[in-house]
T-cell receptor, first 112, second 113 residues
Framework: QKEVEQNSGPLSVPEGAIASLNCTYS??????FFWYRQYSGKSPELIMS??SNGDKEDGRFTAQLNKASQYVSLLIRDSQPSDSATYLC????????????WGAGTKLIIKP | NAGVTQTPKFQVLKTGQSMTLQCAQD?????MYWYRQDPGMGLRLIYY???????DKGEVPNGYNVSRLNKREFSLRLESAAPSQTSVYFC????????????FGSGTRLTVV
């Protein structure tokens, strides 16, 4: 059973601090990794994708991928109350170009 | 640019009733998907359509059928609703496969009583 694991949280972070979200996956041959943000009652929204080992930065967001250890993380710098949401990690299913394996999400709360 | 449009947004069904969830995208995407989301379980793929004219089962297809009506539209049908199908349903689309990420519709909250 291919799995994507995330700590369900909630993860509480003070405003202005760095929020660190982690995700581990079981399929060693996965090649594509995504972070989605989901506000309560809303649909998921893609915020980051990463395909190679290392860091990828986009504004206040940094995705980190370590294929050897099978984990991917998302760092949010200068956290804002508007970052409060559930963050979903998704990993491609290696045996299909059309199926993603989803984590259950980490709820992030940014405290003013 | 509407993106992915789902209807209805809310629905209450009695056990055994049928209904069709509609989804349309205007981004010229080739691939479309139907997911359900239950608390603590993450998103689970019901069916997908890699391209117009094709459909395939996902992780949880039992009790559902789909139709890719044309490139824009992908519908999900519940033939005989059961309480276990109470969930939030999301339609999504992508240009081609999963490599570029998905765009999601706003969701349908379905309750089966």
């Amino acid at each position: 059973q291919k799995e994507v694991e995330q700590n369900s949280g909630p993860l509480s972070v003070p405003e202005g601090a760095i929020a660190s979200l982690n995700c581990t996956y079981s399929d060693r041959v996965s090649q594509s990794f995504f972070w989605y943000r989901q506000y309560s009652g809303k649909s998921p929204e893609l915020i980051m994708s990463i395909y190679s080992n290392g860091d990828k930065e986009d504004g206040r967001f940094t995705a980190q991928l370590n294929k050897a250890s099978q984990y991917v993380s998302l760092l949010i710098r200068d956290s804002q109350p508007s970052d409060s949401a559930t963050y979903l990690c998704a990993v491609n299913g290696a045996d299909s170009n059309y199926q993603l394996i989803w984590g259950a999400g980490t709820k992030l709360i940014i405290k003013p | 640019n509407a993106g992915v449009t789902q209807t209805p947004k809310f629905q209450v069904l009695k056990t055994g009733q049928s209904m069709t969830l509609q989804c349309a995208q205007d981004m010229n995407h080739n691939s479309m998907y139907w997911y359900r989301q239950d608390p603590g379980m993450g998103l689970r793929l019901i069916y997908y359509s890699a391209s117009e004219g094709t459909t395939d089962k996902g992780e949880v297809p039992n009790g559902y059928n789909v139709s890719r009506l044309n490139k824009r539209e992908f519908s999900l049908r519940l033939e005989s609703a059961a309480p276990s199908q109470t969930s939030v349903y999301f339609c999504a689309s992508s240009y081609r496969g999963q490599s570029n990420g998905y765009t999601f519709g706003s969701g349908t909250r379905l309750t089966v009583v």
